[in-house]
């Protein structure tokens, strides 16, 4: 499985992917962009089998990627994992596609709940 974690920071993506090998999702092919915008890309030459991204991102935020994402008519899973974790936003995410919104700081019981029925 080919997993794409989308965040500005570096050492966010190094948390996630250590919190996701806790949360027992391990084996995986990970891929890493720092952007909404690099992301799209990565998503239309890689094909990734599940994305885990940021919200507030420069050059195109976690959520405009997402419905940019649904617009192409890609029904990646796409789960956020961000600071914020308001009612207004998990309203957006959910509204948009996401199956939910992991809020920082995060555990591997989280992941591990938020990402089962996706990942094995």
Known sequence: MKILIADDSKAMRMIVVRTMRQAGLTGHDILEAENGHEA??????????????????????GIEFLRALRASGST??????????????????????????????????AFAETLSTVVS
């Open 40 to 61: 799209l890309q990565i998503v239309h030459s890689e094909d990734p089998d599940l994305i885990i991204s940021d919200w507030n991102m420069p050059e195109m935020t």
């Open 76 to 109: 990646i899973p796409f789960c956020f994992v961000t600071s914020e974790g308001s009612a207004e936003m998990r309203s957006q995410a959910t509204q948009s596609g996401a199956l939910g919104l992991i809020s920082k700081p995060f555990t591997a019981e």
